[in-house]
T-cell receptor
Framework: KQEVTQIPAALSVPEGENLVLNCSFTDSAIYNLQWFRQDPGKGLTSLLLIQSSQREQTSGRLNASLDKSSGRSTLYIAASQPGDSATYLCAVWGGATNKLIFGTGTLLAVQP | NAGVTQTPKFQVLKTGQSMTLQCAQDMNHNSMYWYRQDPGMGLRLIYYSASEGTTDKGEVPNGYNVSRLNKREFSLRLESAAPSQTSVYFC???????????FGSGTRLTVV
């Protein structure tokens, strides 16, 4: 059974700091991995999608990497801002389940 | 650019009442999904529809039924609501080949 773990569960940083969020998964036979952002009381906004054949994807200050063989992904946020405060979720699709399986998220607080 | 639209946004039910959560997408996506999100449990798949005319159970299907009315619409029905079904419900969709999930903004359901 695919399990997705995100570390840390919560993170507080001062504004301007670069930071890394981690995601690990137990079944490396995935088709893709997606990072989402969720603001309190809101839905999920897709940030980045990495296909299994890719190593990384970039969008603005965000960079996501994928190491499928080791079952790991990282989301790098450069020059963090208070507006980046949210819960960040990673999810993998594929493997035995062929469904999107979510991690429990990292709650990020960027202090002004 | 509506994306995935869910109605209603909020609902309070009494135990034993029934209701249907509506979801519609305008992106011509093939697959649609219903998730529930609970504190400490993350997002869990209730039911999904890989294509029009098909539905399958996810992780937590008990107490729910679904209907894929057409390619655009996928509804979730609670026949006899229970307090354990208090949750936030999200609908999502993906195109053929799953180039990323798009989520609706959610329905916050309370069963008293």
């Amino acid at each position: 059974k695919q399990e997705v773990t995100q570390i840390p569960a919560a993170l507080s940083v001062p504004e301007g700091e670069n930071l890394v969020l981690n995601c690990s998964f137990t079944d490396s036979a995935i088709y893709n991995l997606q990072w989402f952002r969720q603001d309190p009381g809101k839905g999920l906004t897709s940030l980045l999608l990495i296909q299994s054949s890719q190593r990384e994807q970039t969008s603005g200050r965000l960079n996501a990497s994928l190491d499928k063989s080791s079952g790991r992904s990282t989301l790098y946020i450069a020059a963090s801002q208070p507006g980046d405060s949210a819960t960040y979720l990673c999810a993998v699709w594929g493997g035995a389940t062929n469904k999107l399986i979510f991690g429990t998220g990292t709650l990020l607080a960027v202090q002004p | 650019n509506a994306g995935v639209t869910q109605t209603p946004k909020f609902q309070v039910l009494k135990t034993g009442q029934s209701m249907t959560l509506q979801c519609a997408q305008d992106m011509n996506h093939n697959s649609m999904y219903w998730y529930r999100q609970d504190p400490g449990m993350g997002l869990r798949l209730i039911y999904y529809s890989a294509s029009e005319g098909t539905t399958d159970k996810g992780e937590v299907p008990n107490g729910y039924n679904v209907s894929r009315l057409n390619k655009r619409e996928f509804s979730l029905r609670l026949e006899s609501a229970a307090p354990s079904q208090t949750s936030v419900y999200f609908c999502a969709s993906t195109p053929v080949g799953n180039y990323g999930y798009t989520f609706g903004s959610g329905t916050r359901l309370t069963v008293v």
